[in-house]
């Protein structure tokens, strides 16, 4: 141990070492490692070449593909970027406890150089491989045939990856994937026998935990019996816990066995020799049902939408908005806080938990004010994206073989916003749009109603205008206020702010280059920024295939505005989706549909087409 470090600072580094020790053992104990000789022959690409059946052919030995497979997969954390086990990383740690010993010091380097060729190999290094009538320079690298592999054909279905090596077959690509992993493989039990020779050494302190701890699963695999209990199909699930009492077998009997039950079905058991009755319950049987397959069933759709359906996302989002409301009406920016809260308010438990009062202020007004617009573009963009994906679900779901089921529908829906809009955009190209739209929103007693009543038919058009300007808010566009949406909510990398102003004046300088204040409150003066500013940095969009610079957004941000926006989005959630509506209720609602329709400058700002590039753009949030 180094005796200069403090504890608190090598601790972290401990750590981290123990954590890749535990998952490199997962490593070490693969089947294809266990004739280490024969795995180092297949990672070195061990080749031969002659005739094979009248041909001269090269013939590399390489481990079964499904074996590797799994091997590559427990490897991957060592390379993948961004992991805390990951081998650079971890030699950072390594080179804390080692770099100053005169034995270890210089393997720790010598082993880190190692892993740098093994796991990024220089792109001329290895083998490459070219199809008939190539040049040389359209050779591909052993690196990027094993990385198309890894993305292409293992862990994902990476397009670019696959692109990468097109034109040559998956033998190609497995080739160079055992060279290039089965090398980080090596590497890997390389670095776990370091280690190990360090603690012995006396250099390395680690929890014993993490060379003890199971690595592989025992099949086949035994779990203490606690009891169970059977009964009758339909015996209500509280009768059933009061019938079940713990198995102790008692050490003057011999054991025996029970009888397997059929999940569901249920019996009383007598103890030889008396009237008491005996019951039993297997383990977990009443806490964890057993499952009846993948697909629901109709009664368990309908118990799943109607506790969907008791949800309330109207109130949800006018709450949200509420908050924010009286958050900058009241919040305290004076050099007075807030007052003592209440016992057994969320405020005062806060304050307990954290010993001290953490949120009682003051604030700083324009920092208030600064939150509440950046939290509004939050809220609006979160209710367009919830209209988006229930009408997703009501307009264009699945074809799964299950029972049909709204909550199901969203949650196992398209995950991605985009494949949420490719849907909605496929399902309004298919026969009939409008037709469908009606049936989806009107009971169908009432289709005919419906079909000739203009205010209903507006009503619906109303909706359709809406779910097309919430697609455009999420969707890409020149001002990308959906980038600066996922930047709020990822990391919150991004800068809001309430003391940035622009205005464009008419009035030109005086001759000295001086501007007199009345021009920036004078009729002529045109404010550009005049609300709070949200500032993000993004890269943009790839251009034929080449990655393109980073660039400053600043949006505009009136909180007002969002807000109206956001209540707009969950009411038409609200009325128009959550379950059928009359044609009466639905006419009832066509004047205030009508009066929240988005406005065509609105929806053509969302859809901006122009393709300029600057590296600093500015732009509106809403209208």
Same mark, same amino acid.
């Not at 004076?334 to 003592?340: H, K, M, N, T």
């Given at each position: 141990m180094r005796a200069d470090i403090p504890t608190e600072v090598l601790a972290p580094h401990q750590e981290r070492i123990s954590a890749f020790v535990h998952r490199a053992r997962r490593v070490e104990s693969h089947s294809l490692l266990r004739d280490l000789q024969q795995f180092r022959r297949w990672a070195e690409g061990t080749t031969t070449i002659g005739p094979v059946d009248g041909q001269m052919c090269m013939t590399q030995d390489v481990p079964p593909e499904e074996a590797f497979e799994s091997l590559a997969s427990r490897c991957r954390p060592f390379f993948l970027q961004g992991e805390p086990i990951h081998w650079s990383v971890v030699f950072g740690s390594l080179r804390a406890f080692l770099k100053q010993d005169s034995r270890f010091g210089p393997a720790v380097e010598e082993l880190r150089r190692s892993w740098k060729v093994a796991e990024a190999p220089e792109p001329d290094t290895g083998f490459a491989v070219t199809r008939p009538n190539e040049v040389e320079s359209q050779a591909v690298w052993f690196a990027a045939l094993a990385d198309s592999w890894l993305y292409g054909d293992l862990v994902h279905a990476d397009l670019a990856a696959q692109e990468r090596a097109s034109g040559h077959t998956l033998n190609s690509r497995y080739c160079a994937a055992v060279l290039?992993?089965?090398?980080? +493989?090596?590497?890997?039990?390389?670095?776990?026998? %370091?280690?190990?020779? =360090?603690?012995?050494?006396?250099?390395?302190?680690?929890?014993?935990?993490?060379?003890?701890? !199971?690595?592989?699963?025992?099949?086949?695999?035994?779990?203490?019996?606690?009891?169970?209990?059977? +009964?009758?199909?339909?015996?209500?699930?509280?009768?059933?816990?009061?019938?079940?009492?713990? %198995?102790?077998?008692?050490?003057?009997?011999?054991?025996?066995?029970?009888?397997?039950? /059929?999940?569901?079905?249920?019996?009383?058991?007598?103890? !030889?020799?008396?009237?008491?009755?005996?019951?039993?319950?297997?383990?977990?049987?009443?806490?964890?049902?057993?499952?009846?397959?993948?697909?629901?069933?109709?009664?368990?759709?309908?118990?799943?939408?109607?506790?969907?359906?008791?949800?309330?996302?109207?109130?949800?989002?006018?709450?949200?908005?509420?908050?924010?409301? =009286?958050?900058?009406?009241?919040?305290?920016?004076?050099?007075? +806080?807030?007052?003592? /809260?209440?016992?057994?308010?969320?405020?005062?438990?806060?304050?307990?938990?954290?010993?001290? /009062?953490? =949120?009682?202020?003051?604030?700083?007004?324009?920092?208030?004010?600064?939150?509440?617009? +950046?939290? =509004?573009l939050a809220v609006r963009h979160h209710a367009a994206e919830a209209l988006l994906r229930l009408a997703c679900a009501r307009l264009a779901p699945s074809?799964?073989?299950?029972? /049909?089921?709204?909550?199901?529908?969203?949650?196992?829906?398209?995950?991605?916003?985009?494949?949420?809009?490719?849907?909605?955009?496929a399902s309004a190209q298919e026969a009939d749009p409008g037709e469908r739209m009606l049936c989806t929103l009107v009971e169908p007693g009432r289709l005919e109603t419906a079909r000739s009543s203009p205010e209903i038919v507006d009503a619906c058009n109303v909706l359709v205008d809406w779910l097309g300007y919430a697609a455009g808010l999420l969707g890409p566009a020149e001002i990308d206020v959906q980038a600066g949406h996922n930047k709020v909510k990822h990391g919150l990398a991004v800068r809001a702010r309430s003391d940035m102003r622009v205005t464009f004046l008419t009035t030109p300088p005086n001759a000295d280059g001086s501007v007199p204040l009345s021009a920036f409150t004078g009729p002529d003066a045109i404010d550009i920024f005049d609300q709070p500013v949200l500032e993000l940095l993004a890269r943009r969009p790839k251009v034929d295939g080449h990655r393109q610079g980073l660039e400053i957004t600043q949006l505009r941000l009136k909180p007002s505005a969002l807000l109206a926006e956001a209540t707009c989005s969950p009411w038409r959630t609200e009325r128009c989706f959550m379950s059928p509506l009359s044609s009466t209720s639905l006419a009832a609602t066509t004047s205030a549909t009508t009066k929240c329709r988005p406005s065509p400058a609105t929806r053509s700002a969302a859809q901006d087409p122009r393709t300029s590039t600057p590296t600093r753009r500015s732009g509106c949030a809403s209208r």
């Open positions: 290039l992993y089965g090398q980080v +493989a090596i590497h890997v039990v390389a670095t776990l026998n %370091l280690i190990r020779q =360090a603690v012995e050494a006396g250099l390395l302190i680690l929890q014993e935990e993490a060379f003890l701890a !199971p690595v592989s699963a025992t099949v086949p695999m035994r779990f203490p019996l606690v009891g169970y209990a059977q +009964a009758e199909v339909g015996t209500p699930m509280q009768a059933m816990l009061m019938l079940s009492t713990r %198995l102790r077998p008692r050490r003057d009997q011999p054991r025996r066995s029970a009888r397997r039950t /059929p999940a569901g079905a249920a019996g009383l058991l007598r103890r !030889p020799g008396n009237k008491e009755l005996v019951t039993h319950r297997s383990y977990g049987s009443i806490m964890y049902p057993p499952p009846d397959g993948q697909d629901l069933t109709e009664v368990q759709a309908l118990e799943l939408d109607d506790t969907f359906l008791a949800s309330d996302p109207f109130q949800y989002f006018s709450s949200r908005i509420a908050s924010l409301l =009286a958050w900058h009406e009241s919040a305290p920016v004076s050099d007075a +806080a807030l007052p003592e /809260p209440e016992p057994g308010s969320i405020r005062a438990e806060l304050n307990q938990y954290l010993q001290r /009062p953490v =949120a009682d202020g003051p604030f700083k007004e324009l920092d208030v004010h600064a939150q509440v617009a +950046a939290d =509004a074809t799964g073989t299950g029972a /049909p089921c709204l909550w199901a529908e969203i949650a196992s829906g398209p995950t991605r916003i985009a494949e949420v809009i490719e849907h909605l955009n």
